[in-house]
């Protein structure tokens, strides 16, 4: 296809979240997969050499755009703004969910050896974690696990990407 | 009503515990309760004369160490038990869990973040196509006067006996109203009426809206019939 | 300044308007607006000549990266929405506006020849066009005039550079 790159290169572009393959694929029509992949790697890397301002992450399952690492202080100097922050406590918790979703409140209480309704509560607010269903024991408590946001906020491409770490491996469940 | 300080220096007496131990060079898997008790206390102490609340469960934790460390002081009953039950055992356990946790999170927190460290393409909002969606019709006078004998009705009668009569005058309210719309680009009409002003307040407030739209400086719009009314500068300051 | 080049385009790239070089140089600090402009139309040249997805435009007073012109099509597939639409109608008002600002409204349905109150109602609400004034006559009726959003809307960097009425109402589709 003729200017595929280009293409594909400003569908990414006006994108509010990553763009997934499937989603170029759909709007391209009958392109293989493989050759919108090659495109998307050979995008990622010319930015890369191209070091600008900004360039091309596969991350939460898609490509984004975003600015480069280091020049995070202008940007924030641009918009002002207060930077997403998430305390120590609603960290932590995170951390929690991420490792063992899907997981109940009281499971995390437990490990964190504090109630965690407030930071719960706030981590929801922010859609980094969502409830992903009931377990099935008495009270049937509510089952909570991160969101895509979650992936994309935090630069990974799936979950299997966390950094593991040894502590936790032999810890198990 | 009891003043509340969150504390955030501590994320939880577990945090606490961790602290108390690197601070004392403690082997974790081998920890002097009767020494950390002390200290936990301590610290439990100084914390409650600092007038900040303590989360409860800071104490569930001084009960378990102090639990822990009576079992402790207990001579072992059976001598020819060569291993037996450490009662530090479960607490440990909390703690590594507890620790390795705390350095995933340290680990999270690390990462390049989006919207703290990196940022991704300003698009021109797509809540300006929602708002195109919503097509808002202006409405009439009568519709406000409508709203606002709904308001007015539903004020107390001691608000209605209130007679103040230089407190406010018709062009500081005016002044009032473009000043708060400039700054909230819109607003509703029942946000401007507001509550706790009185009758009289109410009233100057309403007649100011009617003059403001005489004068085509605001309009009113509503998405669909007895909707909210929004009040909208219509001049850009 | 080292790396002025990628920070100006990073905060381009996270803006949601146009950038201006005012804005630009309360960010950097104490560089002259020479050299921000230079390093503006570096990046403008940059993009031209690499005829990518997108490119950089001076626009309504500022820089914004925009995606090709020949691309919307594939925008638009991806979006699903329609773009803004303006009715014929409208057009036609929004030009008179454009063409004959301050404009009263009697002058705008001489022109057009019905009453355009419908009309220039939804080029309000748009904000394509804005109240100016009142003329000095009996009367005072309302001047109206063009807003920064249309110069944006029509990529016009000012209203000197308006196109003719046939292009104009082309673009409107």
């Known amino acids: 296809m003729k200017d595929m790159k280009a293409i594909v290169e400003s569908l990414i572009f006006v994108s509010e979240a990553p763009l997934t393959v499937d989603k170029i694929r759909e709007v391209l029509g009958e392109v293989e997969r493989k050759e919108i992949r090659d495109v998307l790697y050979d995008l990622v890397k010319e930015y890369d050499e191209r070091n600008g301002g900004f360039c091309l992450e596969e991350v939460a399952g898609g490509f984004q755009f975003r600015t480069r690492d280091d020049l995070g202080v202008w940007v924030k100097k641009l918009k002002g703004v207060k930077p997403m922050m998430l305390t120590p406590a609603a960290m932590e918790t995170l951390a929690v969910v991420a490792y063992r979703q899907p997981v109940v409140k009281s499971e995390i209480d437990r490990i964190r050896g504090v109630d965690v309704s407030g930071a719960l509560k706030g981590l929801l607010e922010k859609k980094l974690v969502r409830m992903v269903g009931r377990r099935d024991v008495p009270g049937r408590p509510m089952l909570y696990g991160t969101t895509k946001r979650f992936l994309e906020v935090f630069n990974l491409n799936d979950l299997s990407e966390l950094p593991t770490l040894r502590e936790l491996r032999e810890l198990g469940q | 009503m009891s003043y509340e300080i969150k504390l955030d220096v501590f994320k939880g007496p577990l945090d606490l515990l961790l602290y108390l131990i690197k601070k004392n060079e403690i082997n974790i898997y081998d ?34 160490l102090i639990h822990i460390k009576s079992k402790m002081l207990l001579p072992t009953q059976n001598d020819e038990e060569e291993d037996e039950f450490d009662p530090r055992e479960d607490l440990v356990k909390q703690l590594l869990e507890y620790q390795a946790f705390k350095e995933v999170s340290l680990n999270l927190d690390k990462r390049s973040l989006l919207e703290r460290d990196v940022f991704k393409a300003g698009h021109l909002p797509s809540r300006e196509l929602d708002a195109e969606e919503q097509s808002f ?98 001049v850009e300051t």
């Open chain 2, 137 to 234: 019709v202006e409405v009439s006078v009568f519709e406000l006067v409508e709203a606002f004998r709904e308001i007015v009705s539903t004020m107390k009668e001691e608000e209605l006996l209130e007679i103040d009569v230089e407190k406010m005058s018709l062009s500081d309210r005016i002044n009032e109203i473009m000043e708060r719309l400039a700054r909230e680009k819109d607003l509703t009409f029942t946000d401007l009426l507001g509550k706790g002003k009185g009758r009289k307040g109410v009233i100057y407030t309403f007649l100011a809206i009617l003059e403001l739209m005489k004068l085509r400086m605001i309009r009113a719009y509503q998405v669909d019939s007895f909707g909210v009314i929004r009040i909208f500068l219509a």
């Open chain 2, 31 to 64: 920890i002097p309760i009767a020494f950390i008790t002390e200290q936990y206390l301590e610290y439990l102490e100084i914390i409650k004369s600092l007038n900040l609340d303590l989360a409860g469960e800071y104490l569930v934790l001084a009960s378990t």
